[in-house]
């Protein structure tokens, strides 16, 4: 009577499988790739998305004082690049091209008026006012109208996305669009429309209580 004996399989070493879960980490990865942008296979299994946020809360309410004269609409094309010193692209870094519209508020604080700002003539046909000149508000980034064209990444930083509480972060981009909006905005003549604007409405308003000469000077 013969017996055989097996050879007890040799066990994996340590590289075979780390090269292994790496394998299949890629694989993952590449797969949720293609689902993504392959059409009709992103709502393969039927996602729904439910808003449950509660309500909204009124924190403060601030009195405004200032009249809001002329408004401009801008739009940038923002190229934003981040390399690593010793890696290619294709391992680590990230290219992001997007297009940022957004507006820009130029207004004339009516609040600082002071009596020494306005005058009116002994016979109540005439007056004279001093304002201060007009400022621009904060550029407010238009969600509905600005949007991502393309964004590359390195392997690393797709990699790091999957762990991300907030991948593909577009943070950095808006900020530097509406750095650029109020950069703009500064070069546009908003400041000098909003001064005419308002002098315009003031004119009128006077005319129509009475006066018929009414000056209106723009300083300090």
Do not use: C
């Amino acid at each position: 009577m013969s017996t055989s004996i097996k050879a007890l399989p040799a066990r994996m070493p340590l590289w075979a499988k780390l090269v292994t879960a790496l394998v299949l980490v890629l694989a993952v990865f590449f797969a949720g790739i293609r689902l993504a942008v392959l059409p009709g296979l992103k709502d393969l299994f039927g996602t729904e998305t439910h808003d449950r946020s509660g309500p909204a809360l009124l924190k403060s309410i601030k009195d405004i004082s200032r009249y809001d004269a002329a408004s401009g609409a801008f739009q940038v094309v923002v190229d934003l690049e981040k390399d690593a010193k010793y890696l290619p692209d294709a391992i680590r870094g990230t290219r992001t091209l997007y297009v940022g519209a957004g507006s820009v508020d130029a207004y004339v604080d009516l609040g600082r008026l002071g009596e020494r700002d306005v005058t009116v003539g002994g016979d109540r046909t005439s007056a004279t006012l001093r304002l201060p000149h007009a400022r621009l508000g904060k550029p407010a980034l238009d969600a509905d109208h600005s949007y991502t064209v393309s964004k590359q990444r390195g392997l690393i930083d797709r990699l790091g996305d999957l762990f991300s509480d907030n991948p593909n972060s577009e943070h950095a981009v808006q900020q530097l669009a509406v750095r650029h909006i109020g950069e703009a905005a500064k070069d546009s003549g908003l400041t000098a429309r909003a001064e005419t604007n308002t002098t315009n409405m003031l004119e009128g308003l006077l005319r129509s209580l009475g006066f018929t000469e009414v000056k209106v000077t723009y300083g300090a």
